[in-house]
């Protein structure tokens, strides 16, 4: 989709949202373009599943559509659009417990024959076995804070909980993974 | 000089580059000052670090299509696409418009007779039998427009043409 050539990246997200709240629709699709990747990367680590992580990137763009009227830019785009993926990750994860294993998701990296490439997809499994094993609270500020690219405080944003309760949660979310992972002699 | 305090949170944002350039010189001056910080910086990035191994490629995954083809559904109920301020305005009016017709068919009411059954003194009073005084002197209002006296009249009403008829007769 960045390929795209009507791709315009001189225009911001929030005049994007403004021509989608004028019912310019083609907006829909360059927001898309621009940010599915990151939505689809969170969601999948966050769910373990690849079908259900599209799911909710579909789910989230039609409520950013929906939503296009209401919108308001107070705080960053990708906050805001963040929100709206945690949220419908957090309902799909309340409707299905528990999630798929990630044993059954291909990693790219494991596709490789090569030593160097099976110790590495061993490795990212190992992580992927140790963050999938966290309390959901604890797994979705990890992957909003260390893939997703947010400081704390955005990842408080995002999620609607406190700043300290963010705090608390990588906290103990970043033990449980040092614990886990030095047994697996992957950390240090 | 007390340590400045810097906690995990702002070590984990160092290590993600999620901090200005003040906040950063602040947690690098505590780091090289106190060797708790050191330490706690040092096990936060191998943590980091290892968590970095886990890549995930979603580069064969496009919604745009399917988002698209949403977007041009129909909401299957057309109060879904409506918000929540929307849906209120509607219920207001609908209150407004049942409030306003139902004190417009009391006023209307008010005007009419709108049933068969007594709703007043008067309407049952018309309803029931008129009483024995009430036809005696109906009666002799009668004679006396006809030019009777007043003794016909009195040998009229003596004569029991008023009385209750005999029950089967």
């Known amino acids: ?188 | 000089m007390d340590p400045e305090r810097i906690c995990n949170a702002e070590l984990l944002d160092y290590l993600g580059g999620r901090l200005d350039e003040a906040a950063r010189a602040r947690v690098e001056r505590a780091a090289s000052a106190q060797p708790d910080v050191r330490r706690r910086l040092n096990e936060a990035a191998r943590t980091w670090n290892a968590l970095g191994a886990w890549q995930v490629d979603v580069s064969g995954m496009d919604v745009r299509a399917r988002v698209a083809a949403r977007a041009m559904a129909p909401a299957p109920f057309l109060l879904l696409r409506l918000d929540w301020r929307q849906i209120g305005r509607i219920a207001a009016t609908w209150l407004l418009a049942m409030a306003l017709g139902a004190a417009t068919g009391r006023s209307v009411a008010g005007r009419h007779v709108p049933s068969d059954a007594p709703q007043t003194r008067n309407d049952t009073e018309l309803l029931s039998p008129p009483s024995e005084e009430a036809l005696a002197n109906a009666l002799q209002l009668d004679l006396l427009s006809e030019g009777h006296t007043g003794e016909a009249i009195d040998a009229v009403l003596d004569s029991g043409v008023l009385a209750p008829e005999e029950a089967g007769g």
């Open chain 1, 1 to 188: 989709m960045t390929n795209d050539p009507s791709h315009d990246p001189a225009r911001d997200d929030v005049s994007l949202m403004a021509d989608l709240a004028a019912g310019r629709t083609g907006a829909l699709d360059e927001l898309v373009g621009r940010h599915q990747e990151k939505v689809l990367a969170l969601a999948f680590r966050t769910l373990g599943d690849p079908e259900a992580a599209q799911d909710v990137a579909q789910e989230a763009f039609i409520k950013v559509l929906r939503s296009a009227r209401r919108y308001q830019p107070t705080a960053k785009f990708t906050t805001w659009l963040y929100r709206i993926v945690v949220n419908c990750c957090l309902d799909l994860m309340r409707r299905r417990r528990p999630s798929v294993n990630i044993d059954d998701v291909a990693s790219p990296a494991a596709q490789g024959s090569a030593a160097a490439e099976a110790i590495q997809a061993e490795t990212a499994q190992a992580v992927r076995h140790a963050v999938e094993a966290l309390p959901d609270r604890q797994r979705l500020v990890i992957v909003l804070h260390r893939f997703g690219g947010l400081s704390h405080r955005e990842v408080a944003q995002a999620t609607g909980w406190s700043n300290s309760a963010v705090e608390s949660l990588l906290t103990r979310a970043y033990v449980t993974l040092r614990q886990r992972l030095t047994r697996g002699g992957l950390d240090g």
